[in-house]
């Protein structure tokens, strides 16, 4: 079964817990970043029944604004499967989150949009294991539906009285930018720096701003309230996704069952369908 279907019909508990349990023992076996393990003997649906009903009770996962979309598609996905449980969602600037986690916030799981900002996480001891790479984002820049400004590229963000929002240096999308700024050798001064890659997209929308750049996942999500541009500068500021569960978590099990959710194959079709670039 996949876990999308778990919310079109009705199944046994032991059926619905038993598919996830698969990715997650696969993903338990090992801490190593490397996302890839050997999947479990399938031919044992007692013991995953059993494994399966020890997942209940709240799941909270702090993660990324730029992954909003599509983890509570999967946070759906995962209390369909287990009936007993639920997940809460933390989103926002990556390193707001890890502050809060290093502060003693608690929560299950964390899902940074930079290995950066995990760091931050996992040298105060407060990640268990080693954090796993799940998906990468590119750039890309959001103008005004129509495109107005006649935006092509990078450089004409940098034209005088055109209004630019970018994400702030401290956040991982407004890392990405600066990267890419320099990679062009450009220089840009916004009209404001927004604390995540969501507010630096609300600008656009509201018409507040003439583009900002963000993540190609955040212009797709935006439908046809903004146009999107690529830039080939993108290409040198690609970041990677690294997801771990939390030392202090309250609930172990359900943070390797959302942990293997998010690696398994369903989950990945769901990130890339969002525009998620593969690990």
Do not use: C
């Given at each position: 079964m996949t876990f999308r279907s778990a919310?079109?019909?009705?199944?046994?508990?032991?059926?619905?817990?038993?598919?996830?349990?698969l990715a997650l023992t696969a993903c338990s076996s090992s801490d190593s970043?490397?996302?890839?393990?050997?999947?479990?003997?399938?031919?044992?649906?007692?013991?995953?029944?059993?494994?399966?009903?020890?997942?209940?009770?709240?799941v909270t996962v702090f993660a990324a604004a730029s992954l909003k979309e599509t983890f509570t598609e999967l946070g759906k996905d995962f209390e369909a499967a287990y009936p007993g449980a639920k997940v809460t969602f933390n989103f926002g600037g990556?390193?707001?989150?890890?502050?809060?986690?290093?502060?003693?916030a608690p929560a299950d799981v964390f899902a940074a949009a930079s290995p950066t900002t995990m760091k931050t996480v996992t040298d105060a001891g407060d990640g268990k294991?080693?954090?796993?790479?799940?998906?990468?984002?590119?750039?890309?820049?959001?103008?005004?539906?129509g495109n107005p400004q006649h935006i092509a590229g990078l450089a004409d963000l940098t034209r005088s009285g055109l209004k630019v929002a970018l994400c702030a240096r401290t956040v991982p999308c407004g890392s990405a930018v600066q990267k890419a700024l320099t990679a062009s050798g450009l220089e840009l001064t916004p009209v404001s720096?927004?604390?995540?890659?969501?507010?630096?997209?609300?600008?656009?929308?509201l018409k507040e701003v003439d583009a900002s750049v963000v993540y190609r996942t955040?212009?797709?999500?935006?439908?046809?309230?903004v146009d999107g541009v690529q830039f080939p500068e993108s290409a040198d500021a690609v970041n990677d996704y690294p997801i771990v569960e939390l030392?202090?978590?309250?609930?172990?099990?359900?943070?390797?069952?959302?942990?293997?959710?998010v690696k398994s194959a369903e989950g990945q079709r769901v990130l890339t369908e969002a525009g998620f670039l593969n690990p």
């Open positions: 919310r079109r019909r009705t199944l046994p508990l032991a059926v619905g817990g038993a598919a996830l349990l970043s490397d996302s890839s393990s050997s999947a479990p003997d399938p031919s044992a649906p007692s013991s995953a029944a059993s494994a399966s009903s020890k997942v209940s009770g709240t990556s390193d707001t989150l890890a502050a809060s986690i290093t502060s003693g294991g080693t954090p796993s790479t799940f998906v990468r984002n590119q750039l890309e820049i959001a103008t005004l539906p720096y927004e604390q995540d890659v969501k507010s630096a997209l609300t600008k656009v929308e955040d212009v797709r999500a935006a439908g046809g309230k030392a202090h978590a309250p609930n172990t099990a359900g943070a390797q069952a959302f942990i293997a959710l």
